[in-house]
C-alpha cells in the first residue's frame, strides 16, 4: 500500500533526524469499516437499477405510467456502508414496481430499453433470493451503521475506537461463531486478538447462521411456497458466513484494534476509569510505555504522568462528571480540561494528556463532508451549487446557527444583485456556447484540407472575446499547414 509505504519512509527519515519515532495507531477505522462486501454482486446489481433511469426522461415516464410509482433509485456507493442503506431501502420499496415495468417491457406494451443495465435488473427479477440477500446485506448495514455516524466528528475519539470496533466485530461474528465462543470474546478483551475466525471448529453449523429477521421471514415464506429449495436456503446461508467472515476478517486485519497504543489509549475513557481502576491504570502504563519507546517522554516524566494519572483515577470514579459522561453528549478534551488543567501539580500529566487527545481517530472530516454531500444532492445538481451550500453549512456552524450570522452591508448588497449576476454570467455561457460550437467548425473546415476558408474565417474571428477558452484554437498545428 502507498500509503503505508510513505509513513514507513516518513518515520525512517523523523528517527534519522529527530530521534523520535511516530506514534502509530493503525489505518483510519471510519475507512476500513466503510468498505462493502461484493457478495451476490449486489453493487453491479443497485448500480444498474441506478443507471437504467439515470438521465432518460422517456424511461422514466413509462416507468411511472406503467407502474403508478414516482421514487426513483439512488447512486449505490461501493466503499460507503453509510449511504447504502438508504439506496437498498429505495430498492426494495420500489422492487414490485420494477418487477412490473420489467414484466411491461417482455410483454411489449413499453419500447425495450436494449441496454446492459436492464439486461441485469431483468435477471434478478427472476431470482427468488435477490430480496433476500437485499435483507440480509441491509442488516449487516445497519449493525455497522452506528459506529460510522458516531466517529464522523472532530472531536477526539481515539480511546473509544478499540472498544466500539471490539463491539461491532463480537456482534458480527456472534452470527456464525459457537455461543461458547462468543462468549470468551465478550469476557477478555485480549481473547478477540488471538481467535482464528476461518477455523471451522470454532463455527456454528452453517443451517443456524443468523440472516437477520427480515432476510428469515422472506427465506421461510419462500421455502413454505416451494419457490425455492432446501438447498438454496443452504446455499444462502453458506453465503451469509463467508460474507461475514470477510467483513469481519477485514476489519481485524486493518483496523486500529490490533495496535498496542489504539488499545492501551482506551485509559482515557472516562466510563473505563468508573468501573475497572487497576485495568485503567495498567493501560495507562502500557502506553507511558510505548511513548518512552518512542522517545516521546522520558523515563522520569513517565513516572511523573503515572503517579499524577492514578490520582486522577482516584479522584474520578467519585466526580459527576466522570459518573455521567457519555462520548456522544459530551468532549473528552473538554472534560479533561477542566479537570485537569487548572491543577499546577498535574502539569505533567495534562501535557501528556494534549499528545494523546491529538492522535485522529481516522479522516473524520472527509467522511463527513461525503455524507452532508450525499443529503444536499439531487438530480441535475452541478459541483458549484454543491460547493455554495457547503459553504453556507460551514459558516453556520462556525457563527453557531442562523441567528448569529451577521447582516453586513456587503452580504446585503451581494444578495440584491443576485438575479443580475446570474443573468450576466448565464448570457456569458450562452455566448462562450456559441462561439465554441464556432470554432469547432472553423477547425473542422481546417481539418478538411480548405486552408483558404480557415484563414479567411480566422481573420473575422473575435478570438479574444471568449478569453482563454479559446487560446488554443489558433495554436493549433494547422497554422503550419500551408
Request: charged share 25%; hydrophobic share 45%.
Amino acid at each position: 500500500n502507498v500509503n503505508w509505504k510513505v509513513y514507513d519512509l516518513l518515520s525512517e527519515d523523523i528517527a534519522l533526524q529527530a530521534g523520535h519515532r511516530l506514534l502509530n495507531v493503525g489505518s483510519c477505522g471510519l475507512h476500513v469499516v466503510h468498505n462493502a462486501t461484493t457478495k451476490w454482486n449486489m453493487e453491479s446489481t443497485l448500480n444498474c437499477l441506478h443507471w437504467l433511469f439515470k438521465d432518460a426522461p422517456a424511461r422514466r415516464e413509462d416507468f411511472v405510467q406503467v407502474t403508478q410509482c414516482e421514487l426513483m433509485p439512488l447512486r449505490f456507493c461501493s466503499h460507503r456502508w453509510l449511504e447504502n442503506i438508504s439506496v437498498m431501502e429505495r430498492a426494495l420499496k420500489m422492487w414490485p414496481h420494477v418487477c412490473r415495468y420489467v414484466a411491461a417491457v417482455r410483454s411489449k406494451k413499453v419500447p425495450h430499453p436494449k441496454n446492459a443495465s436492464f439486461e441485469t435488473i431483468s435477471k434478478k427479477c427472476d431470482d427468488p433470493l435477490f430480496l433476500v440477500h437485499a435483507q440480509v446485506f441491509l442488516s449487516v448495514a445497519r449493525e455497522i451503521e452506528p459506529f460510522l455516524e458516531t466517529y464522523q466528528t472532530d472531536a477526539p475519539m481515539l480511546p473509544f475506537v478499540a472498544g466500539d470496533l471490539d463491539s461491532i466485530l463480537i456482534s458480527l461474528s456472534s452470527r456464525f461463531l459457537k455461543s461458547s465462543e462468543v462468549d470468551k470474546l465478550a469476557a477478555s478483551s485480549t481473547a478477540l486478538l488471538k481467535i482464528d475466525f476461518n477455523d471451522p471448529s470454532l463455527s456454528k453449523d452453517v443451517s443456524t447462521v443468523e440472516l437477520g429477521f427480515g432476510a428469515t421471514k422472506l427465506l421461510t415464506n419462500l421455502i413454505g411456497r416451494k419457490a425455492v429449495s432446501q438447498k438454496d436456503a443452504f446455499t444462502v446461508r453458506a453465503d451469509t458466513k463467508q460474507m461475514l467472515l470477510a467483513i469481519v476478517n477485514k476489519i481485524f486485519e486493518k483496523a486500529p484494534i490490533r495496535y498496542p497504543l489504539a488499545r492501551a489509549i482506551t485509559c482515557l475513557d472516562p466510563a473505563q476509569m468508573v468501573a475497572n481502576k487497576a485495568s485503567t491504570t495498567t493501560r495507562m502504563r502500557k502506553c507511558l510505555l510505548l511513548l518512552q519507546d518512542a522517545r516521546v517522554l522520558s523515563a522520569a516524566k513517565c513516572d511523573s504522568v503515572y503517579r499524577q494519572f492514578k490520582a486522577l483515577v482516584n479522584a474520578a470514579v467519585v466526580d459527576p462528571a466522570f459518573l455521567s459522561f457519555t462520548k456522544e453528549e459530551h468532549r473528552l478534551d473538554t472534560l479533561y480540561f477542566s479537570f485537569v488543567s487548572p491543577k499546577k501539580e498535574w502539569a505533567d500529566l495534562w501535557s501528556c494528556l494534549k499528545q494523546l487527545l491529538l492522535l485522529s481517530h481516522g479522516q473524520a472530516s472527509v467522511e463527513r463532508g461525503f455524507s452532508l454531500n450525499k443529503e444536499a444532492m439531487v438530480e441535475n445538481m452541478k459541483a458549484g451549487t454543491i460547493q455554495a451550500q457547503r459553504n453556507i453549512k460551514d459558516h453556520l456552524l462556525h457563527v453557531g446557527g442562523v441567528k448569529n450570522v451577521t447582516l453586513s452591508k456587503e452580504l446585503l448588497k451581494a444578495a440584491n444583485g443576485a438575479r443580475q449576476k446570474y443573468q450576466v454570467r448565464f448570457k456569458f455561457k450562452t455566448k462562450l456556447r456559441r462561439m465554441l460550437a464556432y470554432h469547432r467548425y472553423v477547425l473542422f473546415v481546417a481539418s478538411s484540407g480548405k486552408f483558404s476558408i480557415y484563414r479567411k474565417i480566422l481573420r473575422h474571428t473575435p478570438v479574444a472575446f471568449c478569453g482563454d477558452a479559446l487560446c488554443d484554437v489558433h495554436s493549433r498545428r494547422f497554422a503550419s499547414s500551408d
